[in-house]
């Protein structure tokens, strides 16, 4: 007889309530869990992400912080030594630039600096990314600065089900993990997730859309935009494959090795600014390990090198379905 | 008022020597080329000894900056053979075994106050007894850390008991640039928790003031910043000649008041400390040191430890990296 609870069944959740459904998960499973924030508890977040973590666990549990992104982060530190497992939410990952210095100089190094004594079993969420029209600092596509810390993973889902994958994984992983959740993908994304224990672990890449003619390598809410170029471009007859590297740290390097050699012929799409942005690691990826698969240079498709733009300027700034098609359309004419 | 019991005082007091005597034999060192920058203890010894001493060492933590580790022998010989590790470059040097309840120097002004009221609030969370002792100097004070740090401790009720090691210099700048306030025990008022001046080159006076916010602590009555008031008789480091700033009257009116001279004549006159005593201190303590130093450039060590412990698994990159390392190192030995 079937047991209910092993049952394979998934429901459709958009991608914020994958969220709140695994930190609720999270939470209940394991009394380490604790989640700190700006309006995390009270209010259940701005996005509603913590919504009703308050009300089931508690205010020991679920804490309101003063407006402090420094402190939530070094004390996301404290809180790990004292053997407990927190989950920080920084409002908006623009504001993690008043938590740098702990971020990048303390919680990444703490594994590190003590030789393993302590476990940094530290999240810290955020939201980011652009196509929703927040004010200036709220958009901002900063995993690549993130990516150049050592000992911080990076961990960026595309959809709903990875969502609750990836961030019962990080919440669970020994190592500090920057969970970037998308803004758009909030409301915008959704699709059918287990409603079991459900874990994606980190560093594997998931191959989005089956193609061979040529792959687009993205992460976060551009995988949709490059799914719907690559559904767009297979009813002209071409075969789109589309690699979501789910993480960026850490990286799939033998994913990326993979569908390069496959298609010889490869788009990477960032939402950041171009100029030292992840797209530039990924194709150094591919430089060490495919090149010779190559059968023309490696394309680009990213935001400009300027701050994130206000409102009126943002559909300019973050690539979209039309210049992932026209890089697309470029390789594939190249070489 | 919780005045140190004789034992006490005396135990304050080789705990004291023992720092001043090896800070004088790491400094030689470092002229040597033997080991690296060393920040002298001069001046702070009653501060942080009479600080360690009013803890429980198996419940409550101490939280250093950089100036700290000689000075906490009561949490063990581990902190120095740690220290001398973490003095020579080795990795080991910020692994202070477990269960001791001290963390690693840390280099980065001020980021360790939030660690304090993180493990403070954890251990309220776990319903441990104990408190987390941070120590940071005067110029730590200017940092953001120290506020956002003092205003959540406040808010939390955590308990923690935030110890600003006044020495009057942060390398060359002096306090009144520093800070407009009439003292760094005023700042408390802002986080709406006590905050108490104590003359720091009183082991007395300091063990009474932590020890007093330590129950306060406990009791749940929350954090308390303590300002102690004390003079930086050496240089900053190794690295710097205070000649160039410090005004030399200031620093022989500080002579006079030095910390370790004041406990060692009180406690001539009660007859707890003599020649004897003195020497077999000091003789104890180059003993640990020259023993700690000798241990620690035996020390084994990997080529590869460069890339240990920096995730709990090695990442796919991680893994290239590290064969890519043992690879040229077994050309460049072949």
């Not at chain 1, 530290?122 to 929703?132: E, S, Y």
């Not at chain 2, 803890?55 to 022998?73: K, S």
């Not at chain 2, 850390?145 to 390398?171: R, S, T």
Request: proline residues 6%; contains cysteine.
């Amino acid at each position: 007889m079937a047991d209910p609870f092993e049952s394979d069944g998934v429901t459709e959740l958009t991608m914020l309530q994958a969220i709140n459904e695994t930190l609720h998960a999270e939470m209940a499973r394991d009394d380490r869990v604790v989640v700190l924030g700006e309006d995390v508890a009270r209010n259940g977040g701005v996005f509603r992400a913590t919504e009703g973590l308050y009300e089931k666990f508690g205010e020991h549990r679920v804490v309101d912080t003063p407006i402090s992104e420094a402190v939530i982060a070094g004390a996301t530190v404290g809180l790990a030594i004292a053997g407990l497992v927190p989950v920080a939410e920084i409002q908006f990952l623009g504001f993690s630039y008043q938590a740098m210095h702990q971020l990048a100089g303390q919680v990444a190094r703490l594994r590190y600096r003590t030789q393993g004594r302590y476990e940094p079993s530290i999240t810290i969420r955020a939201p980011f990314g652009g196509g929703v029209r927040t004010p200036e600092l709220h958009s901002d596509s900063l995993e690549a600065q993130f990516a150049n810390v050592a000992g911080l993973k990076v961990v960026m889902p595309a959809t709903a089900s990875d969502a609750k994958g990836l961030l019962a994984s990080s919440i669970r992983d020994p190592d500090p993990v920057l969970f970037l959740e998308p803004l758009r993908g909030y409301r915008g994304i959704r699709g059918d997730v287990p409603d079991n224990d459900h874990l994606v672990p980190l560093g594997v890449a998931r191959t989005a859309r089956e193609g061979d003619d040529i792959v687009i390598i993205t992460w976060s809410y551009q995988v949709e935009l490059a799914c719907r170029a690559a559904d767009s471009l297979r009813s002209e007859g071409l075969s789109v494959r589309v690699l979501d590297l789910r993480s960026i740290v850490p990286l799939d390097i033998g994913a990326i090795t993979e569908a390069v050699s496959h298609c010889g012929r490869a788009v990477v799409v960032q939402e950041s600014c171009e100029t030292g942005g992840f797209a530039s690691e990924v194709i150094a990826t591919i430089n060490d390990g495919c090149f010779w698969s190559l059968e023309a240079p490696v394309a680009r498709v990213s935001g400009y090198d300027v701050p994130y733009p206000v409102g009126m300027l943002e559909d300019l700034y973050v690539p979209d379905e039309a210049r992932i098609i026209a890089a697309v359309r470029r390789t594939l004419e190249s070489g | 008022m919780t005045i140190p019991s004789d034992a006490q005082l005396r135990e304050i007091l080789v705990d004291m020597v023992t720092a001043r005597t090896q800070s004088a034999r790491l400094w030689n060192l470092q002229r040597q080329g033997q080991v690296g920058t060393v920040a002298p203890i001069d001046g702070h010894e009653a501060t942080i000894v009479a600080a360690a001493h009013a803890l429980d060492t198996e419940h409550d933590w101490v939280i250093p900056q950089y100036r700290e580790p000689l000075a906490l022998r009561r949490y063990g010989p581990e902190i120095l053979e740690r220290f001398m590790l973490y003095s020579l470059g080795h990795p080991a040097g910020g692994h202070i075994p477990d269960p001791i309840r001290v963390l690693p120097n840390q280099i980065s002004l001020g980021t360790q106050i939030p660690h304090a009221v993180g493990i403070a609030w954890g251990m309220v969370l776990r319903s441990e007894p104990g408190v987390a002792l941070v120590f940071f100097g005067d110029g730590s004070s200017s940092e953001g850390d120290f506020y956002e740090a003092g205003n959540l401790a406040g808010v939390l009720n955590a308990p923690v008991v935030m110890v600003c090691v006044n020495n009057q210099w942060a390398i060359s700048t002096p306090v009144h640039l520093q800070t407009a306030a009439e003292s760094f025990a005023d700042k408390a008022a802002g986080f709406g928790i006590p905050g108490v001046k104590v003359d720091g080159n009183d082991a007395a006076a300091v063990y009474d003031a932590v020890d007093e916010a330590r129950k306060r602590a406990l009791a749940g009555k929350g954090p308390t910043l303590i300002e102690a008031v004390i003079y930086r008789l050496g240089a900053h480091t190794t690295a710097d000649d205070p000649t160039r700033y410090v005004p030399p009257e200031d620093l022989e009116a500080a002579q006079r008041d030095d910390p370790v001279l004041r406990l060692t004549s009180q406690l001539r006159k009660l007859g707890l400390w003599d020649d004897a005593a003195q020497q077999e201190t000091e003789v104890e303590a180059l003993e640990l040191l020259d023993r700690a130093v000798e241990d620690a450039r035996s020390a084994p060590l990997a080529v590869d430890a460069l890339l240990d412990h920096c995730f709990s698994v090695d990442t796919q990159r991680l893994a290239l990296q590290r064969s890519q390392l043992l690879e040229a190192r077994s050309t460049e030995t072949r």
